[in-house]
Structures are given as C-alpha cells and as structure tokens.
C-alpha cells in the first residue's frame, strides 16, 4: 500500500459502504420517531418533535466541525506516518466536544427560553404542540456532553478507515433507540417525552461504545499506552492550527444548521399538518443524502491522507484519483436513491403515516424528495473532498454566500407558491452550495505544487 498511486474503486467502497450505513441510520432514527409517536395516541407530537429537533439540529450540527476537524487532522497525520498526532488530535477533539456539552447543559435554560421565543415567531403550530416540545428539549439537553464527545472518535475513527467500527456504532445506537421509542412511545405512551428519553439512553450508551473501539484500534496501532506525545495535546502550535481549522468549519455548519431551522420554522407558518409532513419528508431528505456521504467520507479520509504524503508526487496522483472515483461512486448512488424514491415514494410514506391529512400532505411533497439526491450529491461530495484537504475556510465563505440567498429565496417563494416554493427555494440552496465550493477546486490541486 506504501507503493499505491491512485486509489481503487474496491478501497473506495470498502470505506464508503460502511460510513453510508453509519450515516444513514440517523435519519433513519428521526423516521422510527415519526412512526412511533403515528402508532400513538399523540400523532401530533410529530410536529413537537420536528420543532424541538430543529435546537439540537442547530447545536450539533453547529459542533458537527469536531468531527470533521478530527478526520482531516487525522487523516493528514496519518498520511505523514506520524501516529502520535494522529493520536493528539483525537484528544484535543474530545476535549472540546466534551467541554462544548458541558456548556450546553450548565445553559440549558436560557438556550430553551431563547430558542423557543425564535421558534415561536410566525408560527401557527398550537400550545400543546410547544409544550410537548419543552418536554422533549428538557430530557434529551441531558446527552449533549456525551453526543459531542463522540464526535471526535467519529472523525477518528473515519480517519483510520474503520468505517466498518463506525457503522456497528451507529446501528448499535439507533437499534437501541427504537428499541426504546417502542417501549415508551408505542407502550407507555409517552409521546415527544418517550422520544427524547430513548434518544438521551442512546447517545450515552454510544459514547461507551466508542470507547470500546477507539481502544481497538489503538491496540492495533502498537498498543494503547504506546505513541502518546503528551507535549503535543495542547501545544500551540497545535491549537491554532486545530482552532483555525474549528472555526471557519464551525461558521459554516451554523450557517447550515440555521438554514434547516430556517426551513423547519417556515413550516410551521402553514400549521401543524404541513410542519408534521414536512418533518417527515425532511428524515427522507436527510436519509438519502447522508447514505450519499458515505463517498464523501472515503474522500475525507483518502484526500487527507493524499495531503499528508511525504512524496508530493504520490500525494498528487492519490488526490485525483481519490476525486474521480469518489465522484463517480456518488453519481450512481443518487441516481439509484433518485429511481428508488420515484418507485416506492408511495409505500414509504404509507408505512411511516397513518391514513390521513398528514399522509396527504406528505405525499403531495414528495416529488421534491424524488430529486433531492440528485440535487445534493455534488455538494455533500465537496464537503468530503474539502475537508479532507482542512480547506474550511473556503466551505466558510462557499456557505455565506448562499445561506442568506436561500433566506431571502425562501420568503418570497414561500409567499408566492406556499410550502412547494419553500422545498424548491431549499433546493437551490444545495445548488448554491455546491457552485460556490467548485469555484474553489482548483486550489487544492495547486497544493501540491513543487
């Protein structure tokens, strides 16, 4: 492998296969809820858990750059052969995740009331729909400090190629969790509460879990006490590097996270049918276009490691195969989410709504979910292929210009032609994204310049 120019398509897929199944499982999760709470009592606590999903949706998401920092970090330094950093940077990425938790949680209170009053504004979802929210936000905040430290063993474990590790985490995570959302939700009647309780147990107990394989893979790699550099964890050099790259990461995945609270809060202006079907439909959106990520993944870790090559010569044939191939396993993936959603769009949404007004909102929608693949697959590949390089300040700038675009698109064209327009100003907004981040391409090949 030392010897390898370009990479295969057989390396690709065995890295990207796994990291789609892992990344496809949460949205997953998000349509178990929806299922859950329509086989309740409480069918409507599809829309409370819509609104109170968009806060951590925002907050994760925000901190979704402990990952991404993580993997690229990682990846580069293991492209470099140089285990100990690889080793340092899954350290500092857990501090922060850590940390960041802890902050959410001691601010909880003052986080609901403000996220609230901003969900609030414009809305036409009911009180009842709000307070099972509150319920909801009040349980799940307990898991931030355990969620986001497992971020860093996510972007860690990718790096390392061991996607394989990092979907037994994910399955074992959300098969927990509907394990648990059919106990309290579907048992106990619990509603959006049952929800979050299940969702708080699930993201603790994955925490553990990656434990677990983190000290796997550092067995592996000459021993769990072996190749430390304490020196390192915090040097300052070291964290400037990792908090340059953290934030202009952290900038854009606000604006993205924003962009969805944006959408979901839009929704609720046509009340409690349309936000719930549009829940439903933004799990299949997010579905699909996670389970492309997986390319995107394999890109983050082949590009990083093409970055970090000692023989730029090497690096340079590794990163462009690693740019094709990726491209083109991701261009037959949509394609094929695209021709399944046109097929079997009907039976989905059959199986995840009870007959009724959300089923006919929701089905009425769906057309845009046929194409979403199609429409976001370039965007989420650069995302892969940029982060892998530790270029966020280019995914920065590529997400200030088309956050505010897709804002103002969205209110004119939600005004103009209802919810339809809102989904077709959402989708120009991937477009946006992925025109902006192109402009950018040829500086990361220019890198490897003598």
């Not at 501090?95 to 938790?101: F, P, R, S």
């Not at 107990?205 to 067995?219: E, I, K």
């Not at 699909?288 to 090497?314: C, H, W």
Request: proline content about 3%; overall charge positive; aromatic content about 14%.
């Amino acid at each position: 492998m030392a010897q390898e120019t370009e990479y295969s398509y057989r390396r690709i897929f065995a890295l990207a296969w796994p990291a789609s199944v892992a990344a496809s499982v949460t949205p997953l999760l998000g349509a178990v809820d929806v299922w859950a709470l329509a086989q309740s009592s409480r069918p409507l606590d599809i829309a409370a858990v819509g609104l109170a999903s968009v806060i951590f949706s925002l907050a994760y998401w925000s901190f979704g750059f402990i990952r991404m920092s993580v993997a690229g970090l990682t990846a580069q330094a293991a492209g470099a052969e140089d285990e100990p950093e690889a080793r340092a940077a899954l350290v500092r990425g857990a501090v922060i995740g850590g940390g960041i938790g802890l902050a959410l949680l001691i601010l909880q209170w003052p986080i609901g009331i403000l996220s609230f009053k901003a969900l609030g504004i414009g809305s036409e979802a009911s009180a009842a729909t709000f307070d099972a929210a509150r319920q909801y936000y009040d349980i799940r905040i307990w898991g931030a400090p355990f969620a986001l430290a497992s971020y860093a063993a996510f972007g860690w474990l990718t790096a390392r190629e061991r996607t394989d590790y990092l979907m037994i985490i994910s399955i074992f995570i959300t098969t927990l969790n509907i394990v648990l959302d059919y106990i309290f939700v579907v048992e106990f009647g619990w509603g959006a509460a049952g929800v979050a309780a299940g969702t708080l147990i699930a993201e603790v107990s994955g925490f553990f879990a990656c434990l677990v394989f983190v000290g796997m893979v550092l067995r592996r790699s000459g021993g769990v006490r072996a190749n430390w550099r304490p020196a390192d964890f915090f040097a300052r050099d070291k964290i400037a590097r990792t908090v340059s790259v953290n934030f202009d990461i952290f900038v854009r995945t606000v604006l993205l996270a924003f962009s969805f609270a944006w959408f979901v809060q839009r929704s609720g202006a046509f009340g409690d049918v349309v936000l719930a079907a549009n829940q439903i439909l933004l799990q299949l959106f997010l579905f699909t276009g996670l389970a492309l990520d997986g390319t995107a993944i394999a890109a983050e870790t082949l590009v990083g490691q093409s970055m970090g090559s000692k023989n730029p010569e090497r690096g340079r044939l590794r990163y462009h195969s690693a740019v094709r191939r990726t491209f083109v396993l991701a261009g037959v993936a949509a394609v094929f989410f695209s021709v399944f959603y046109w097929l079997a769009g009907d039976t989905v949404i059959a199986l995840l709504t009870p007959p009724g007004e959300i089923r006919d909102a929701t089905t009425t929608f769906m057309p845009w979910i046929i194409i979403s693949p199609l429409i976001v697959v370039i965007g989420f590949q650069l995302d892969g292929i940029f982060i892998g390089a530790t270029r966020a300040r280019e995914m920065r700038n590529s997400m200030i210009v088309s956050a505010p675009i897709f804002i103002a698109l969205s209110i004119w064209a939600a005004g103009a032609f209802g919810n339809h327009g809102l989904w077709a100003a959402f989708s120009v907004y991937f477009l946006l994204r992925a025109a902006t981040l192109l402009l950018y391409m040829p500086r990361l090949g220019r890198a490897f310049a003598a």
